[in-house]
Structures are given as structure tokens and as C-alpha cells.
């Protein structure tokens, strides 16, 4: 009966390690890379599960073995073992230089995420540089969905001031976030409310939103996923399996699976530019008519 529990222990973990080898072919990975540095962040992701994935089945190898070896037999009074010193330093030694090691691996991806200048002495290596962006936009998270704000020329004049305060000319969408391929894009994330975090698994990218705080984040797309069609003025897939989520990563409250919103990377900046034309004309045409001469004056006297 006590060998049960040890064979327990066993089946489980072997049934874990089972799902975890056929996972990639199940489909049950992660999702398909389109960021300029996600193969850097998809190689850390691998460099912590050898690690991580390394030290389970050694604990639970020894878990099992204990529990089948040393299980209790009748008469048989068990021993009691104070600790083991030597033991103790060993085990905490190993874990604190892989973590020293992931600390310093992490660190060039990081820089190349942020844009900033870094040159380490780590053997992996690389200097970034402080990047001018293509195209800014706000992203306000609120109960219960993204609101994306676009300003006209992509660049505006102060983006930490836009980013505050905004402009009557900007585009509003909800829960659509419109880039092209290749664009150097900074979103100037907000919420409204309570903390959301602002999820794209195909960028590889994640961010809390905090109240009362602009929060930087960039990215650049290497792959299409859309064009606009000016005749039928509709955006069009290309490819039906390339469909990128938004989502929201925090629990932000009892309609939280209802904030999701899609990525469309639009395939030259010529063709986001034509989407973003016609969307603002279509929005300038719902604008209420007390706003309208504000926005004109603002323009020069243009609609």
C-alpha cells in the first residue's frame, strides 16, 4: 500500500513530461514569432526551461525514488537526520549562479527591447541604439477594451505631451492596433481604471498598465498579416491563419475576457497610410457637428 503513493507520484510525473514532449506537435506552443527581437526572447524562454525543466526531473526523480525506496515498513522505526551542511550550500550554490547567468543573458535582449545604448562585457554582446520612432500610438486600457489613438503625420510634435493630453485631430479606434511592416512603433500605454496588462504573444511583448502612469513600450513587426482594399474600403487577410491577439493579462474585473483586440500589420507604410486616411474621413464625418468647426479651425479650415 505505501509503494502506492510512490507509483502515484511516478505516473504523473511521467504523464507531465508526456504532454510536454508531444506539446509542440499538438500545437500547444508558442505562438508564431513576428518582433524583431522575438527569437532573442524565444532563445531566454529556452535557456530557462533546459534549466528549469533540468532540475525537475532531478528533485521529482529523487522525490520518487525516496518515496519507493524508503517507504515505511511495519517494525521498522525511520531514521532521524538533522541536515547536512555541505548539502545545503551545494544546493543553494547551483541555483544562485544560473540565476547570476540568466541576470547577465537577459540583459542585451532587454536593451535591444528598450532601444537604449548598451555594451556589456557579457560574452553575449550587444550595443543598441536609441532608435527614432516611425509611427506613435496611445493605447488607453478601460473596463472593458483597448482604445488606440493615432496622430496625423504618425510623429507628433511632443509625443510625451500628445501621449498626455492628445489632439483633435487624432484617429480613435477600439481594439484594433494598425501598424506596417518593419515600422519602429512606440505605444504610450494608459488605462482609465484599474491595472490591465496590454498582451501581444505574437510580439512576444507584455505590459502592465498602471493608473496614473504613461507606460513606454516598442516593438518592431518583420511580417505582414494584412492590406487595405480601397475599392471595397475593407481590410483584407493575408493569410487566414495569421490572425494576432490583443489581450488583456491582468484580471481587471468580472467582464475581463471581453478585452481583446487584433494586431494588423498592414504590408508598406503607403497602405497603412491609405487605411488611415479613410478612417479619419469616415470618423470626421460621425464627429458630433459642434466639434467639427473646432477640428476645422484647428486645421487650417480643412474637414
Same mark, same amino acid.
Not at 553575449?124 to 488607453?140: C, P
Not at 487605411?275 to 473646432?294: D, G, M, V, Y
Given at each position: 500500500?505505501?509503494?502506492?503513493?510512490?507509483?502515484?507520484?511516478?505516473?504523473?510525473?511521467?504523464?507531465?513530461?508526456?504532454?510536454? =514532449?508531444?506539446?509542440?506537435?499538438?500545437?500547444?506552443?508558442?505562438?508564431?514569432? %513576428? =518582433?524583431?527581437? +522575438?527569437?532573442?526572447?524565444?532563445?531566454?524562454?529556452?535557456?530557462?526551461?533546459?534549466?528549469?525543466? $533540468?532540475?525537475?526531473?532531478?528533485?521529482?526523480?529523487?522525490?520518487?525514488?525516496?518515496?519507493?525506496?524508503?517507504?515505511?515498513? !511495519?517494525?521498522? @522505526?525511520?531514521?532521524? %537526520?538533522?541536515?547536512?551542511?555541505?548539502?545545503?550550500?551545494?544546493?543553494?550554490?547551483?541555483? =544562485?549562479?544560473?540565476?547570476?547567468?540568466?541576470?547577465?543573458?537577459?540583459?542585451?535582449?532587454?536593451? @535591444?527591447?528598450?532601444?537604449?545604448?548598451?555594451?556589456?562585457?557579457?560574452?553575449? #554582446?550587444?550595443?543598441?541604439?536609441?532608435?527614432?520612432?516611425?509611427?506613435?500610438?496611445?493605447?488607453?486600457?478601460?473596463?472593458?477594451?483597448? #482604445?488606440?489613438?493615432? *496622430?496625423?503625420?504618425?510623429?507628433?510634435?511632443?509625443?510625451?505631451?500628445?501621449?498626455?493630453?492628445?489632439?483633435?485631430?487624432?484617429?480613435?479606434?477600439?481594439? !484594433?492596433?494598425?501598424?506596417? @511592416?518593419?515600422?519602429?512603433?512606440?505605444?504610450?500605454?494608459?488605462?482609465?481604471?484599474?491595472?490591465?496588462?496590454?498582451?501581444?504573444?505574437?510580439?512576444?511583448?507584455?505590459?502592465?498598465?498602471?493608473?496614473?502612469?504613461?507606460?513606454?513600450?516598442? $516593438?518592431?513587426?518583420?511580417? =505582414?498579416?494584412?492590406?487595405?482594399?480601397?475599392?471595397?474600403?475593407?481590410?483584407?487577410?493575408?493569410?487566414?491563419?495569421?490572425?494576432?491577439?490583443?489581450?488583456?493579462?491582468?484580471?481587471?474585473?468580472?467582464?475581463?475576457?471581453?478585452?481583446? +483586440?487584433?494586431?494588423?500589420?498592414?504590408?508598406?507604410?503607403?497602405?497603412?497610410?491609405?487605411?488611415?486616411?479613410?478612417?479619419?474621413?469616415?470618423?470626421?464625418?460621425? !464627429?458630433?457637428? #459642434?466639434?467639427? *468647426?473646432?477640428?476645422?479651425?484647428?486645421?487650417? +479650415?480643412?474637414?
Amino acid at each position: 500500500m505505501y509503494r502506492c503513493w510512490g507509483l502515484l507520484f511516478a505516473a504523473v510525473n511521467l504523464a507531465a513530461i508526456g504532454l510536454f =514532449a508531444v506539446s509542440p506537435a499538438m500545437g500547444w506552443w508558442l505562438p508564431k514569432n %513576428i =518582433a524583431s527581437y +522575438g527569437a532573442d526572447i524565444d532563445h531566454l524562454f529556452y535557456l530557462i526551461l533546459v534549466a528549469t525543466g $533540468f532540475f525537475f526531473i532531478v528533485t521529482q526523480g529523487t522525490l520518487v525514488y525516496c518515496m519507493l525506496r524508503f517507504n515505511a515498513k !511495519e517494525g521498522v @522505526k525511520a531514521m532521524n %537526520i538533522h541536515g547536512n551542511t555541505k548539502l545545503e550550500i551545494i544546493w543553494t550554490a547551483i541555483p =544562485a549562479i544560473i540565476l547570476i547567468y540568466i541576470g547577465f543573458a537577459q540583459t542585451p535582449t532587454w536593451a @535591444k527591447m528598450k532601444y537604449i545604448e548598451i555594451d556589456t562585457w557579457f560574452p553575449v #554582446r550587444y550595443k543598441g541604439t536609441n532608435i527614432e520612432s516611425d509611427l506613435h500610438v496611445t493605447v488607453l486600457g478601460r473596463q472593458w477594451e483597448w #482604445r488606440m489613438r493615432y *496622430p496625423q503625420g504618425n510623429i507628433p510634435a511632443d509625443p510625451q505631451a500628445w501621449a498626455d493630453l492628445g489632439n483633435l485631430h487624432d484617429l480613435h479606434v477600439v481594439n !484594433e492596433l494598425h501598424v506596417w @511592416k518593419d515600422a519602429k512603433v512606440k505605444i504610450h500605454l494608459k488605462t482609465q481604471d484599474v491595472i490591465h496588462s496590454f498582451f501581444m504573444p505574437n510580439l512576444r511583448l507584455k505590459q502592465d498598465a498602471l493608473p496614473g502612469k504613461i507606460m513606454p513600450m516598442v $516593438f518592431s513587426p518583420i511580417e =505582414a498579416n494584412v492590406r487595405y482594399n480601397p475599392t471595397t474600403k475593407m481590410i483584407e487577410e493575408l493569410n487566414p491563419s495569421s490572425t494576432w491577439e490583443i489581450a488583456c493579462a491582468e484580471l481587471c474585473g468580472g467582464n475581463h475576457y471581453r478585452m481583446r +483586440g487584433k494586431l494588423f500589420v498592414h504590408e508598406t507604410k503607403q497602405d497603412y497610410e491609405r487605411w488611415f486616411a479613410e478612417t479619419l474621413k469616415n470618423q470626421r464625418l460621425h !464627429e458630433s457637428p #459642434r466639434l467639427q *468647426p473646432i477640428v476645422a479651425a484647428g486645421n487650417g +479650415g480643412k474637414p
